[in-house]
């Protein structure tokens, strides 16, 4: 599976956009972009997962660069409980999720 | 949609005991599950691949002996930890397997094991 860098941290503010990047420049033609979060002390929340067309759903939006070589999860109004860990991970269908040091979000008032 | 629980949250239990923990798919069925475990202020790290009607299959370190897993049927994986030590203190999570949405993983909310 694709091998993906991200920041290590970034401070949102509360009720603005907050854009994470994620480095997949080895990303295969069948592997998919997925992002999880880590809320503190609890198991992983799937957010959303794309193969080369933008996606949006109720949570975030997911940007794929037309080379597919990075992408951005937008979370369109930060709040407090979105601070956690993100996960950006390229995963084939069939293959199992392995997961990095991912980017600590902490959203600020 | 896609809710997967585990039981129990948390266990404290004495050296040399065997501790189980479930894994359910509420409202789906999961042919595939997954068991990882975090230590504190680590990534998750995958154990096992849970498959239904079939042997689980271990990553390199973890011994089999020691984790039993069974996925008894398509919405329930147990993890059993053998003979529990304090090294095996840890964040246990489970995972379940959803075809239906091009095969995303979906996870449970974890159980804490302190072993004493």
């Known amino acids: 599976d694709a091998k993906t860098t991200q920041p290590p941290s970034m401070d949102c503010a509360e009720g603005r956009a907050a854009n994470l990047p994620c480095n997949h420049s080895?990303?295969?033609?069948?592997?998919?972009v997925y992002w999880y979060r880590q809320i503190h002390s609890q198991g992983p929340q799937y957010i959303i997962h794309?193969?080369?067309n933008n996606e949006t759903n109720e949570m975030a939006s997911l940007i794929i660069t037309e080379d597919r070589k990075s992408s951005t999860l937008i979370l369109p109004h930060a709040t407090l409980r979105d601070t956690a860990v993100y996960y950006c991970?390229?995963?084939?269908?069939?293959?199992?999720?392995?997961f990095g040091g991912g980017t600590r979000v902490l959203v600020k008032p | 949609g896609a809710v997967v629980s585990q039981h129990p949250s948390w266990v404290i239990c004495k050296s040399g005991t065997s501790v189980k923990i479930e894994c359910r798919s509420l409202d789906f069925q999961a042919t595939t599950m997954f068991w990882y475990r975090q230590f504190p202020k680590q990534s998750l790290m995958l154990m096992a691949t849970s498959n239904e009607g079939s042997k689980a299959t271990y990553e390199q370190g973890v011994e089999k002996d020691k984790f039993l897993i069974n996925h008894a049927s398509l919405t329930l994986s147990t993890l059993t930890v053998t003979s529990a030590h304090p090294e095996d203190s840890s964040f246990y999570i489970c995972?379940?397997?959803?075809?239906?949405?091009?095969?995303?993983?979906?996870f449970g909310p974890g159980t804490r094991l302190l072993v004493l």
């Open positions: 991970i390229g995963k084939a269908a069939g293959n199992k999720l392995t």
């Open positions: 995972s379940a397997l959803s075809g239906a949405y091009q095969e995303t993983q979906y």
């Open positions: 794309g193969l080369k």
């Open positions: 080895t990303i295969s033609g069948n592997e998919y």
